[in-house]
């Protein structure tokens, strides 16, 4: 993947930290679009330029990660989201989750994994820190998400282990000879049987 063509906007209020992404990502190829140090600014950034990945802090003066997130997914709905931050706990999760977040890492991640989710992200993969996904696994055990049903077709439950293996719909047609439509059919049926509408929930679920 070239990553010369791959912008992307940095948005955290530690100075230090912005310069240091930048660095870093600036070494390995990508193209920075805009550093904003908290969410009003980003979208103000936005308005003259564009990016392809966002990485966002959660926890910022003036406009934080979570309200920046949903604004960014209704009005930049193919950005994708990455939270980078220190917090796990179960509302900051989940609000950044379903407020269209397609990643979230811990900032103790380290250089690599940073560098990892973003190509993952941009592989059309969600992205989730090892410690959120065991937050998430906790949390949809204790709102008694429902689990896999029984009634899934050989096919349907095959289909289920590369969506848990964290696979796009592309990657998932590729890997069955079948196209993305046929896949986005068959996940289709698989959220009404399960009761699962969430791509992460599902995930989760086939885990446990």
Avoid: W
Avoid at 95 to 120: R, T, V, W
């Amino acid at each position: 993947m070239d990553t010369e063509k791959i912008g992307i906007m940095l948005v955290d209020d530690e100075t230090m930290l912005l310069d240091s992404l930048e660095i870093i990502l600036s070494l390995n190829g990508y193209v920075i679009t805009g550093k904003a140090k908290d969410g009003a600014e980003a979208l103000e950034l936005l308005k003259k330029t564009s990016c392809d990945i966002a990485l966002v802090d959660l926890n910022m003066k003036g406009m934080g990660g979570i309200e920046l997130i949903g604004r960014m997914k209704r009005l930049y709905p193919f950005v994708k989201i990455l939270v980078l931050t220190t917090f796990y706990d179960d509302k900051n999760i989940t609000d950044a989750i379903k407020n269209g977040a397609d990643g979230y890492l811990l900032k103790d991640s380290g250089k690599d994994a940073i560098l990892g989710a973003i190509m993952q992200l941009q592989g059309g993969n969600t992205v989730l820190d090892g410690k959120v996904m065991q937050r998430l696994s906790a949390l949809v055990n204790r709102n008694e998400t429902p689990g896999i049903d029984s009634d899934l077709t050989e096919r349907e439950k095959e289909i289920c282990a590369l969506v848990s293996e964290g696979l796009s719909n592309k990657q998932i047609a590729e890997k069955l000879y079948i196209s993305e439509g046929t896949v986005k059919n068959y996940i289709s049926v698989i959220y009404d049987k399960t009761g699962i509408h969430d791509r992460v929930q599902l995930a989760i679920a086939l885990r446990n």
